[in-house]
């Protein structure tokens, strides 16, 4: 559907559960946040219902986020619920990558096609330190896992943070000339529990495409990766991946705006900055139409805003893993 702006809303975020087996430090206190009741979380039943509705007004692409997506019971089911609507045609995955080895062939059966990975070091003992408590290598071995499964493209999402990864930027650059996989620097975004932290630790991506022009020389810029979101790609000369960045902070891409998200709770939320959202758990739970869940879902397309006003500080009570990223 075309919103007030003339963007196409095809694509559909859901953030499945806000429980996570990580604490990275940027998202989440040592003790995690505080957690939504499970009855208050919707149910398999209820995620598919709200595809079903979504696709009947042109959504084609749907993301299963989370907190961490893969720590929710029978989450397989939804791939292969989601998978037997036809109308969409991408589904996929952002995940930690701690559980996704085991589960991967299963994943894959059940209608998944894509999937990425978040990991910001890849020096284990800095990983732990970012994530709190997470082994490097059960997420590396997920890595090879999705692309011995041809999962393409697989992508790695690294968060910059001033002092704490910046010195590893050219390793993951190295990366992607031997590897088939999509490196994206991602600008700390200063939401939740990072504010105001991220402000002081944030690394604007010009500088990190600075920094690898000066060591690697021109990177290419002729590039172009499958998917749905807002990052910008380049690649090394003769590589078998590419290095893209999502500038959210320096340069945001609002105009370009692809998509809605869905809070674990049924809250659908037309802008990832913006405090407003439309309540879709009351009515799943009234035995709304799918017609009737396509109206609330068209009023929330509807009132879209044209871009974000994170100049204006987070006053909101969400965090992150709620939201989904
Ligand atoms: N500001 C802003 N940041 C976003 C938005 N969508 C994604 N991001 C950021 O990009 C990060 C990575 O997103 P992913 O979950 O990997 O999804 P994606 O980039 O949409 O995925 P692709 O379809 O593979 O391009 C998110 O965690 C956010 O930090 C958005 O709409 N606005
Ligand atoms: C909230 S996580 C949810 C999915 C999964 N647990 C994971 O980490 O991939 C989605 C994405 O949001 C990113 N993220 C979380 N907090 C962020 C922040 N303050 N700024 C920028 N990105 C952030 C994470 O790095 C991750 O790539
Ligand atoms: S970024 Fe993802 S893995 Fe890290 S704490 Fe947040 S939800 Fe968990
Ligand atoms: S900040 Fe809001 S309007 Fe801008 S790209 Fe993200 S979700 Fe879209």
Sequence with gaps: ???NYNRNINY????VTDRCNLRCVYCMPPEGVKQTPHSEI???????RVVDAASDIGIRK????????LVRKNIVNLFEKISTNSAIDDISLTTNGVLFAEMASDLKKAGLNRVNFSLDSLNPDTFRDITRMGKFNDV???IQKALELELHPVKLNVVAVRGINDHEFADFARLTKEIPIHVRFIELMPIGECNPWAVGNFIAAEEILHGLQQKFGLLDTQVKVTGSGPAKYYCLPNSKGTIGFITAISE???AGCNRLRLTANGQLRPCLYGKQEFDLKTPLREGASRQELAKIITKAIRHKPSQHHMEDGWRDRRVMSQIGG
């Design 62 to 69: 749907i993301r299963i986020t989370g907190g961490e997506p």
């Design 140 to 142: 590396w071995r997920s």
């Design 252 to 254: 945001h891409f609002c």
């Design 1 to 3: 559907m075309i919103d």
């Design 12 to 15: 559909l975020r859901i953030s």
């Design 42 to 48: 919707l149910s398999l039943e209820e995620f598919a």
